[in-house]
């Protein structure tokens, strides 16, 4: 099961994903180490600051500075945006379709029309980069899982 998911997310990042980070296998290798503390922050990849300053500027706004989904517009929006700090639900969600949903927008996936298309004002490679840096809200596992 666990292997299955970490064979998908490994196949997808080498076909389109840049970002060196690759999900589950590195927070496994992590927890076996025992070296880092489950609460710490590790230090963000080349394209991952690259997909910060987009997700600030664009983002933020609405999905929060962390990412949790209470950013400033949020309280206007219902289906509120998703926490992206919930690693259970972002695991589930592969990068094919985030990268679906941010470049056709709620509408394109029969999510909420709340949520603006992407796909006319970042390049496909900015998605990219911004999707490694949703990724590290997740990150690193919340303690037990
Ligand atoms: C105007 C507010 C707003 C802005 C700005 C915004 N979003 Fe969203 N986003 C939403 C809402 C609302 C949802 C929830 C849609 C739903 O669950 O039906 C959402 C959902 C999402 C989802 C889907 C999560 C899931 O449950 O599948 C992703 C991914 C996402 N947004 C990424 C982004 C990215 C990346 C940006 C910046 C480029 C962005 N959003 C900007 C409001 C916004």
Known sequence: MIRGSTYTLLLLATLSITCR?????????????????????????????????????????????????????????????????????MRALTDARLLETISEGGRGVNKSPLMPTWGATLSKDEILSVICYLRTFARPMKPGE
């Not at 690759?22 to 600051?49: N, P």
């Not at 989904?69 to 929006?77: E, P, R, S, V």
């Open 21 to 89: 980070w690759t999900g589950s296998s590195s927070d496994s290798s992590m927890q076996a180490g025992g070296g880092v503390e489950k609460t710490q922050r590790v230090a963000l990849a080349y394209e991952e600051r690259q997909g910060k300053h987009l997700y600030i500027r664009y983002c933020a706004v609405c999905h929060g500075q962390e990412g949790k989904g209470d950013g400033f517009n949020a309280f206007n929006l219902d289906p509120k945006p998703r926490d992206f700090t919930d690693s259970t639900y």
